[in-house]
């Protein structure tokens, strides 16, 4: 099964009202990554993280790794409708392995 | 450049046909993955390959069996289809952190 849980796994907000989704894990992990996929689309890299309490802003987008590594946020301040689609968070193991697992999502829906 | 390119885009197969989907990359990557993308479940990873002539199992391979003969290219079988093996397919290849996805193949199994 999935080794990391993303919650919530679906949200609906007005259109300026910020956005939350949460990367959980129970073991440590050495980066995490974000995509976005868009309605029929296919997931796109936004970002990594790799460094403990590591925070990085894209625009309207911060980013967050925990102190323990174990979890990380993304962030969206002031909604607007082109944030319309799924976040997902994912995993990649290092050191020949290369393995790429994602989290299960959360679909943002804006209401103008 | 292409980029990831996967074919056939759309297709219906009856269960127990076999079928092989194909994804190609123009970049050099070593890195290629195929998932699959159900509601509610995310992207699932089904087997990997972190090079030309090696493969390794994902999440849930069973049942799907690849293979990566030339470096640009990772190939996906079914031998024979079942209905839970509906769903939307992604490949993607990866050089050392991105990954680049393909537009994805919708396959029905009746």
Same mark, same amino acid.
């Given at each position: 099964?999935q080794?990391?849980?993303?919650?919530?796994?679906?949200?609906?907000?007005?259109?300026?009202?910020?956005?939350?989704?949460?990367?959980?894990s129970?073991?440590?992990?050495?980066?995490?990554?974000?995509?976005?996929?868009?309605?029929?689309?296919?997931?796109?890299?936004?970002?990594?993280?790799?460094?403990?309490?590591?925070?990085k802003?894209?625009?309207?987008?911060t980013?967050?790794?925990g102190?323990?590594?174990?979890n990380s946020s993304?962030?969206?301040?002031?909604?607007?409708?082109?944030?319309?689609?799924?976040?997902?968070?994912?995993?990649?193991?290092n050191?020949?392995?290369?393995?790429?697992?994602?989290?299960?999502?959360?679909?943002?829906?804006?209401?103008? | 450049? #292409?980029?990831?390119?996967?074919t056939?885009?759309?297709? *219906?197969?009856?269960?127990?046909?076999?079928?092989? $989907? =194909?994804c190609?990359?123009?970049?050099?990557?070593?890195?290629?993955?195929?998932y699959?993308?159900d509601?509610?479940?995310?992207?699932?990873?089904?087997?990997?390959?972190?090079?030309e002539?090696t493969? #390794?199992?994902?999440?849930?391979p069973?049942?799907?069996? *690849?293979?990566?003969?030339?470096k640009q290219?990772? $190939? =996906?079988?079914?031998?024979?289809?079942?209905?839970?093996?509906?769903?939307?397919?992604?490949?993607?290849?990866?050089y050392s952190?991105?990954?680049?996805f393909?537009?994805?193949?919708?396959?029905?199994?009746?």
């Amino acid at each position: 099964g999935q080794q990391v849980m993303q919650i919530p796994q679906y949200q609906h907000v007005q259109e300026g009202e910020d956005f939350t989704t949460y990367c959980n894990s129970s073991t440590t992990l050495s980066n995490i990554q974000w995509y976005k996929q868009r309605p029929g689309g296919h997931p796109v890299f936004l970002i990594q993280l790799v460094k403990s309490g590591e925070v990085k802003k894209q625009k309207r987008l911060t980013f967050q790794f925990g102190e323990a590594k174990k979890n990380s946020s993304l962030h969206i301040t002031a909604t607007q409708t082109t944030d319309v689609g799924t976040y997902f968070c994912a995993r990649k193991t290092n050191f020949g392995n290369e393995k790429l697992t994602f989290g299960t999502g959360t679909r943002l829906t804006i209401i103008p | 450049n #292409a980029g990831v390119t996967q074919t056939p885009k759309f297709r *219906v197969l009856k269960t127990g046909q076999s079928m092989t $989907l =194909l994804c190609a990359q123009d970049m050099n990557h070593e890195y290629m993955y195929w998932y699959r993308q159900d509601p509610g479940m995310g992207l699932r990873l089904i087997h990997y390959s972190v090079g030309e002539g090696t493969t #390794a199992k994902g999440e849930v391979p069973d049942g799907y069996n *690849v293979s990566r003969l030339k470096k640009q290219n990772f $190939l =996906l079988g079914l031998e024979s289809a079942a209905p839970s093996q509906t769903s939307v397919y992604f490949c993607a290849s990866s050089y050392s952190i991105e990954a680049f996805f393909g537009q994805g193949t919708r396959l029905t199994v009746v």
